[in-house]
């Protein structure tokens, strides 16, 4: 896996990272960092606009997690199910009307379940949501860039931040 070249911002909150990615497979490689990371029953939302890289960083994340078969098409299903090291519950809230729907559909079982869930468009159903969980917003910058702002919520979530930036930091040294 090549050198990642984030500009990290250690803003003035300790709690919360900003990475900088230049490119979808920049994005793809933060995904496989967090996917390497994650233990059972991890909840990470996604939050961004309309092709921001919600759906590539879940790419990531899948690999990561060592799922090899990798078929994210655009469906109406809101949840996809993918076993790897873990399972990968890959939720995606854009087609929910209302805010009830995440009980009627059964999403508890995935999101208080011993896999992983990735949501996608998590804003849509916030308030239903677990309430510790990594949130991870992701703003366009230009046609190639994106910035991934990781803000945790609960020890968990601030464990796995403090590895990522571990991992940030060796990288701007070029370990790896
Ligand atoms: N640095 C980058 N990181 C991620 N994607 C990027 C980047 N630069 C360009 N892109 C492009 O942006 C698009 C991101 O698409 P993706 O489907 O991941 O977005 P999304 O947030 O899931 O969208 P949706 O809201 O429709 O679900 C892709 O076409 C990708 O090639
Ligand atoms: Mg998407």
């Known amino acids: ?11 003035r909150s300790v709690n919360c990272l900003e990475l900088i990615s230049h490119s979808p497979e920049q994005t793809q490689r933060l995904g496989v960092r967090i996917g390497e990371l994650a233990l059972p029953g991890d909840i990470l939302l996604l ?12 790419q990531g994340i899948a690999w990561g997690l060592g799922i090899e078969e990798y078929a994210f098409s655009p469906s ?8 790897g090291r873990l399972p990968l519950y890959h939720i995606d809230l854009y087609r929910l009307d209302h805010i009830e729907e995440i009980v009627e559909l059964g999403l508890d079982d995935y999101l208080y379940g011993n896999g992983v869930c990735v949501v996608e468009w998590a804003e849509k159903g916030l308030s239903v949501l677990p309430i ?3 949130m991870i917003e992701i703003s366009y910058l230009s046609d190639t860039e994106r910035s991934f702002q990781l803000k945790p919520t609960g020890k968990r979530y601030l464990e796995i931040l403090a590895q990522l930036k571990r991992l940030s930091l060796d990288s701007q040294k ?3």
Do not use: N, Q, W
Not at 1 to 11: I, Q, V
Not at 51 to 57: D, E, P, R, S, V
């Open 1 to 11: 896996m090549g050198a990642l070249y984030y500009k990290m911002k250690l803003s």
């Open 47 to 58: 939050v961004g606009a309309l092709g921001t890289g919600k759906t590539c960083l879940t």
């Open 76 to 83: 109406f299903v809101i949840v996809r199910e993918h076993h």
């Open 132 to 134: 510790e969980h990594l």
């Open 174 to 176: 070029g370990l790896k």
